[in-house]
């Protein structure tokens, strides 16, 4: 069964940046197309980024364009999303996670489903 374990959260000040890792366990990721997704308080969960099983394709949300920065190792088992120059509204709990297809492309900046995610990590951009 493939677990997803989040973590790099933290709180930082508006324009500053943070490293989120996704690191899986109980199944090679390999094969499979991984996206990150975050949920504000009130808010619908959205898509940030999603990045293809050979980490030659990646997309993202237009928000996070030119900002955030998806990535993978699939000797380490884990993907990354580097986030630059961070905006209060990018507060949120962000996950990562794997559609039970375990298809090899994504669906724009997110996998279809979300069949496997983790618990997620609190961001949180505040001065």
């Known amino acids: 069964q493939l677990q997803l374990v989040e973590s790099g959260g933290a709180l930082v000040q508006p324009g500053g940046s943070l490293r989120l890792s996704c690191a899986a366990s109980?199944?090679?990721?390999?094969?499979?197309?991984i996206g990150w997704f975050r949920q504000a308080p009130g808010k619908e969960p959205e898509g940030v980024s999603c990045i293809s099983s050979s980490g030659g394709s990646t997309n993202y949300a237009d928000f996070v364009k030119g900002r955030f920065t998806m990535s993978r190792d699939n000797a380490k088992n884990t993907v990354y999303l580097q986030m630059n120059a961070l905006k209060p509204e990018d507060t949120a709990v962000y996950y990562c996670a794997v559609d039970g297809g375990f298809f090899s492309s994504c669906h724009g900046p997110s996998t279809r489903r979300t069949d496997y995610r983790g618990q997620g990590t609190q961001v949180t951009v505040s001065s």
């Open positions: 109980g199944s090679t990721l390999d094969d499979s197309a």
